[in-house]
Structures are given as C-alpha cells and as structure tokens.
Nanobody, 118 residues
Framework: QVQLVESGGGLVQAGGSLRLSCTAS????????MGWYRQAPGKQRELVAG???????NYADSVKGRFTISRDNAKNTVYLQMNSLKPEDTAVYYC????????????WGRGTQVTVSS
C-alpha cells in the first residue's frame, strides 16, 4: 500500500501563489505517474496536472502557463507550484499516484483546500 500526504493549501488573494506538496510513503516502488486533481463544490473532480516517472508533464488548459508540476523521485514527492491564482482555482486539491499495474486502483491523498479570494 501507498500513503499520500498533501500539504501547502490555504487562503490566498487573487494573483497570489501557493505551492502544494505530496509525499508518498509505503510501497512507493509501485508508483508510476503522479498528479494533482481538484474538485470544486458541485463539480466533478478534474485533472490539473500530471507527471510521469521520466518527467513528462501534462496540464489542464485552464492552468497552462500558471501552474508547474515537478517531482523529486528520491524524496517520493510531487509538487504543484501555482502562480497567478484565480478565484476559480478554489477547490480541494488531491494528490494522485498511478499504480504500475493498470489493473490496480490509483492511490489518493485526503486532499488540501485551496481558497482564492477576489
């Protein structure tokens, strides 16, 4: 099993920045790609950004140019640097880790709240 613990959420004014961190523990050798998802009240959970083991990245169109995902494999940690935050970025942000075996379920963190005030 893998445990994911997020940190770094909080309240920030529009235009500000936050950095989220997610550290994995346990059977980390089972982890493939990692990423961040978010879920706003009344909306479905959506992918924000993902990063592969080799460093390849992908982003939701809504955050391109503002958010940067990075990964430190030695520390089993993935980061999400969020700049130029907007009120519509307000959501609970969840860390995700894919299992190498596609037949196994993904791992999820408990989430961290990000609130952007206008």
């Amino acid at each position: 099993q893998v445990q994911l613990v997020e940190s770094g959420g909080g309240l920030v004014q529009a235009g500000g920045s936050l950095r989220l961190s997610c550290t994995a523990s346990g059977n980390t050798f089972s982890i493939n790609a990692m990423g961040w998802y978010r879920q706003a009240p009344g909306k479905q959970r959506e992918l924000v950004a993902g990063i592969g083991t080799g460093g390849s990245t992908n982003y939701a169109d809504s955050v391109k140019g503002r958010f940067t995902i990075s990964r430190d494999n030695a520390k089993n940690t993935v980061y999400l640097q969020m700049n130029s935050l907007k009120p519509e970025d307000t959501a609970v942000y969840y860390c995700n880790a894919e299992h190498y075996d596609p037949g196994e379920p993904d791992y999820w963190g408990r989430g961290t709240q990000v609130t952007v005030s206008s």
